[in-house]
């Protein structure tokens, strides 16, 4: 039982590690936004951007492999408890719920009509009509110039 509990924890973890993601913001945002500061946006450390506007972030969807390595590569936390650590703020009433989307067409949309907003899609999905802050690939953070 063990080893194929095992098991399978090692190649949803590979499958994991395959998926690429991009970070990106609204085309008119023009903060700066290295590895550090969307750490801060995603564990509602702070809600601002460096100019002081609001921030507002955007994840797929919780059950989502995008969601899964997200979590994992960017805020070194399982999507279970990065779950976990929003429900605590939100019981305290420290935060109010996430935004969720269901896919990166969702995802486009919010992006482009909300100059505030920030988020991530599939390395896979071209991005219009937006920013592209940076990639999560193999698990690690790469800014664009």
Known sequence: MRLIILTLTLLLSLRLSATELILIAHQNNTNKLEQHSLIQLYLNKTSTFA??????????????????????SLLNLTAAQYQSYWSRLIFTGAAARPHFVLDDTEMLKNITTNKSAIGYISAQTIPKDVRVIGYLTKGKWQSVP
């Open 51 to 72: 100019d002081g506007s609001a921030a507002v972030i955007f994840h797929s969807a919780r059950d989502s492999e995008q969601h899964q390595q997200f979590c994992l």
